[in-house]
């Protein structure tokens, strides 16, 4: 089974300046997505970032980016010029590739970092 | 337009009682999810939907019991809860049920068990 980890439960950051999250996830497949969901206090749930793990080329969105090492398993979230409204539930998210395993199109979660922007 | 409705926002109900949650998408989605969320942990999968019929059940207990009525439409009806129960439950649906396929989630439906 895979799993995702998050080490950082909470992480602070001055408005305008970067943060980095970091996720870490085990599997032994090959082909998998990986994705950043941001979740705001008493919000929905929203689509930050999404990486194909064929893909080497590091997913970008806006003031949004990855860094993806494949081969260290890590996925960890940039956010450039942060924003009051980037304040949030950040979780990292894998889902199997693998139409022929027991797992394949679930969703497996982190246990997410709380980020807070101060102005 | 990339929207997951749910209704009712908040509901409180007693452990005999029989309530249903309601998410409903209009995006063409033929894949839908129940979440269920406790607070500051991450979202747990109950069911996938795929074309209207079943796909998972992640051994979810028997009163909760999931419908989904057409493509547009998924219920999640409960009775016999436990406080326990208590948490947001979540609704996502997406393109496919495929890895490839983002998923988009609803607002929840806030449950208080008492």
């Known amino acids: 089974a895979q799993t995702v980890t998050q080490s950082q439960p909470e992480m602070s950051v001055q408005e305008a300046e970067t943060v980095t999250l970091s996720c870490t996830y085990d599997t032994s497949e090959s082909d998998y997505y990986l994705f950043w969901y941001k979740q705001p206090p008493s919000r929905q749930m929203i689509l930050v970032i999404r990486?194909?793990?064929?893909?080497?080329q590091n997913a970008t969105e806006n003031r949004f980016s990855v860094n993806f090492q494949k081969a260290a398993k890590s996925f960890s979230l940039k956010i450039s010029d942060s924003q009051l409204g980037d304040a949030a539930m950040y979780f990292c998210a894998y889902r199997s590739a693998n139409a022929g395993g027991t797992s394949y199109g679930k969703l497996t979660f982190g246990q997410g970092t709380i980020l807070t922007v101060h102005p | 337009d990339t929207e997951v409705t749910q209704t009712p926002k908040h509901l409180v109900m007693g452990m005999t009682n029989k309530k249903s949650l309601k998410c409903e998408q209009h995006m063409g989605h033929r894949a839908m999810y129940w979440y269920k969320q406790k607070a500051k942990k991450p979202p747990e999968l109950m069911f996938v939907?795929?074309?209207?019929?079943?796909?998972i059940n992640e051994s979810v207990p028997s009163r909760f019991s999931p419908e989904c009525p057409n493509s547009s439409l998924l219920n999640l009806h409960l009775h016999a809860l436990q406080p326990e129960d208590s948490a947001l439950y979540l609704c996502?649906?997406?393109?496919?049920?495929?890895?490839?396929?983002?998923?988009?989630f609803g607002p929840g439906t806030r449950l208080t068990v008492l």
């Open positions: 996502a649906s997406s393109n496919r049920d495929r890895a490839v396929d983002t998923q988009y």
């Open positions: 939907y795929s074309y209207e019929k079943l796909s």
């Open positions: 990486q194909e793990a064929y893909k080497q």
